[in-house]
């Protein structure tokens, strides 16, 4: 029988390829399992490898293809099916709250979870979440205010318009329209008292789409 994580991962980079043909990126495994360093998804793969659930393409950069899928659950992952379910059944499910996210100058990036926010579950029933409480006032035109919290889906990708958490130099993290033009990105506010950052592309990373926010009146 797989561990749980050898399960997730070969549950994820399957599902992953089914929608999109391709396979998922070593950050984004990284953040569907919840482990900190690229070295532990390599050990599960190549643990997937030698138990022939997955296959490695040859000639092809981090291409996988998943040969079979295994008969049984992780008794650990059926309690966790288990508690997710009961959850629902109260409409509430959490999702982890990072920290303080800047709408104004950036701030150190957030990395470690701190705490679980429960939220409605219909505001994250596709894909994968996460909240930030915003500090600052540079998107307040667009209603984002100080003191809002915002739930973020994952994505290392955005249109342009969207409203995204921005990586930028891998140390400051912020929350700014994305625009993309050529080999730079502009990360824009939404108060004419800031003005829009343009960033060699190289510079900036994206770690996630607005998708909803909530507001607690004191």
Same mark, same amino acid.
């Given at each position: 029988?797989?561990?749980?994580?050898?399960?997730?991962?070969?549950?994820?980079?399957?599902?992953?390829?089914?929608?999109?043909?391709?396979?998922?990126?070593?950050?984004?495994?990284?953040? !569907? *399992?919840?482990?900190?360093? =690229?070295?532990?998804?390599? #050990? /599960?793969?190549?643990?997937? &490898? @030698?138990?022939?659930?997955?296959?490695?393409?040859?000639?092809?950069?981090?291409?996988?293809?998943?040969?079979?899928?295994?008969?049984?659950?992780?008794? !650990? *992952?059926?309690?966790?099916? =288990?508690?997710?379910?009961? #959850? /629902?059944?109260?409409?509430? &499910? @959490?999702?982890?709250?990072?920290?303080?996210?800047?709408?104004?100058?950036?701030?150190?990036?957030?990395?470690?979870?701190?705490?679980?926010?429960?939220?409605?579950?219909?505001?994250?029933?596709?894909?994968?979440?996460? #909240? /930030?409480?915003?500090?600052?006032?540079?998107?307040?035109?667009?209603?984002?205010?100080?003191?809002?919290?915002?739930?973020?889906?994952?994505?290392?990708?955005?249109?342009?318009?969207?409203?995204?958490?921005?990586?930028?130099?891998?140390?400051?993290?912020?929350?700014?329209?994305?625009?993309?033009?050529?080999?730079?990105?502009?990360?824009?506010?939404?108060?004419?008292?800031?003005?829009?950052?343009?960033?060699?592309?190289?510079?900036?990373?994206?770690?996630?789409?607005?998708?909803?926010?909530?507001?607690?009146?004191?």
């Amino acid at each position: 029988m797989l561990t749980p994580k050898q399960y997730k991962l070969l549950m994820f980079i399957n599902k992953t390829i089914k929608e999109t043909g391709c396979c998922p990126s070593f950050d984004e495994m990284k953040e !569907a *399992i919840s482990l900190k360093s =690229k070295s532990g998804i390599h #050990a /599960l793969i190549e643990a997937l &490898v @030698e138990r022939n659930f997955l296959r490695k393409l040859p000639h092809k950069a981090r291409a996988l293809e998943v040969v079979r899928m295994p008969k049984l659950k992780p008794s !650990a *992952i059926i309690e966790e099916e =288990k508690k997710k379910e009961e #959850a /629902l059944k109260g409409g509430m &499910v @959490e999702i982890p709250l990072y920290g303080k996210i800047a709408a104004g100058t950036p701030i150190e990036a957030i990395a470690d979870q701190s705490e679980q926010l429960p939220v409605p579950y219909e505001m994250v029933a596709s894909g994968q979440y996460y #909240a /930030l409480k915003v500090e600052g006032d540079s998107m307040i035109n667009i209603g984002i205010m100080d003191g809002d919290t915002v739930i973020i889906k994952k994505s290392d990708v955005a249109r342009n318009g969207d409203i995204v958490v921005a990586l930028v130099d891998d140390c400051e993290a912020t929350l700014k329209q994305i625009k993309k033009e050529g080999g730079e990105v502009l990360l824009i506010p939404k108060n004419d008292a800031y003005e829009t950052r343009r960033l060699d592309a190289r510079r900036v990373k994206v770690q996630g789409i607005l998708s909803s926010l909530i507001r607690t009146y004191h």
